[in-house]
T-cell receptor, first 111, second 114 residues
Framework: GQNIDQPTEMTATEGAIVQINCTYQTSGFNGLFWYQQHAGEAPTFLSYNVLDGLEEKGRFSSFLSRSKGYSYLLLKELQMKDSASYLCAVRFNNAGNMLTFGGGTRLMVKP | DVKVTQSSRYLVKRTGEKVFLECVQDMDHENMFWYRQDPGLGLRLIYFSYDVKMKEKGDIPEGYSVSREKKERFSLILESASTNQTSMYLC?????????????FGPGTRLTVT
């Protein structure tokens, strides 16, 4: 299968900036998604990258480098409500509409 | 707003029972998916369907089957539940076209098999 790697847990302070990394196998890459999932809730879509560069949406930004097989999600001005798991998912060319998910990064925001 | 609903939030079944998990979406999406989510393993695709009566195996289809008789409904069936099928089950749907092909998830069903 295709490996999607991201850190298991991260901790950051309210008001700070945190970067959550995701690496994947580059062969057949056709798009990368970030989802946010609060405990006990459904994942919700945050961002999509298919070309190199930075996509910004308010306090959240997502970056992609296709040649390096690397993406990050950047969260600025952290708030307590940002405590959640962040899921990186990749669509590969041979997989149609299927996504391959990483294990998720659980972010804890402390006061 | 896209809405994906699942029949139960919590379910407790006994080993060997036949279990049905139902998922309904109200946005006329062609694609529907069933995942299970386990700590440390992330979301793993069990089955997906791209049209009525069509299905494709995902990464871990063993022990599961699916049914899609109507476009809005996608059912996951555990023919004979086992304790290793205790997990959180998430259903998702997505349209066939569009830039992002994002998937919309239901709230999940936490299944415990005893």
């Amino acid at each position: 299968g295709q490996n999607i790697d991201q850190p298991t847990e991260m901790t950051a302070t309210e008001g700070a900036i945190v970067q959550i990394n995701c690496t994947y196998q580059t062969s057949g890459f056709n798009g990368l998604f970030w989802y946010q999932q609060h405990a006990g809730e459904a994942p919700t879509f945050l961002s999509y990258n298919v070309l190199d560069g930075l996509e910004e949406k308010g306090r959240f930004s997502s970056f992609l480098s296709r040649s390096k097989g690397y993406s990050y999600l950047l969260l600025k001005e952290l708030q307590m409500k940002d405590s959640a798991s962040y899921l990186c998912a990749v669509r590969f060319n041979n997989a149609g509409n299927m996504l391959t998910f990483g294990g998720g990064t659980r972010l804890m925001v402390k006061p | 707003d896209v809405k994906v609903t699942q029949s139960s939030r919590y379910l407790v079944k006994r080993t060997g029972e036949k279990v049905f998990l139902e998922c309904v979406q109200d946005m006329d999406h062609e694609n529907m998916f069933w995942y299970r989510q386990d700590p440390g393993l992330g979301l793993r695709l069990i089955y997906f369907s791209y049209d009525v009566k069509m299905k494709e195996k995902g990464d871990i289809p063993e022990g599961y089957s699916v049914s899609r008789e109507k476009k809005e409904r996608f059912s996951l069936i555990l023919e004979s539940a086992s304790t290793n099928q205790t997990s959180m089950y998430l259903c998702a749907s997505s349209p066939p076209t569009g830039i992002a092909y994002e998937q919309y998830f239901g709230p999940g069903t936490r299944l415990t098999v005893t």
